[in-house]
């Protein structure tokens, strides 16, 4: 329940203070699970997700991937989530229409001390698989943040004595 309450947290300040997610997203935007290393979300499409074909635009899809890596960052306990090193979309199936959800699960598939890597797949309205993506970001200065709760959430493992 703790990644749950942080992540949403966290959201709450991108929505606050971010110049992107607040007007591409909006309320439309929903955190439906968390846990240390993955979180799901989902997105109510409007007219301002999709293209001139009237379906998902890919740019909403990439920005999801984006924020999604984040939250997932913000899944093992940092606030500030890092900066993006690198982003990759893969488009395999229509994310969807006007008045459809799309879904995200994203995990956070290794946490460093400078880079944490992620992984997020969409799955539209048909429960098809609409995109994959990867999002890797710079999270060094992140760990100096003090709203981070990494020990809460990600603790480290104790080394095991040797046994007599």
Known sequence: MAALRFV???LRSFQAESGLEPRL?????RITAAEP???EFELDVRKEHTNRL????GGTIASMVDLGGSLAVASRGLYATGVSTDLNVTYLNSG???GDVLRAVVKCDKFGKT???????????????????????????AWK?????????????????EKP
């Open 8 to 10: 949403r947290s966290v």
């Open 25 to 29: 997203f909006g309320e439309n935007i």
């Open 37 to 39: 290393g993955r979180v």
């Open 115 to 141: 880079l944490a890597y992620t992984s997020i797949e969409f799955k539209n309205s048909k429960g098809e698989i609409a995109a994959r993506g990867s999002h890797t970001k710079y999270v060094a200065l």
């Open 145 to 161: 943040h003090p709203e981070n709760i990494v020990e809460e959430l990600s603790p480290r493992k104790a080394p095991q004595s």
């Open 96 to 98: 969807g229409q006007v």
């Open 54 to 57: 009237n379906i998902m635009h």
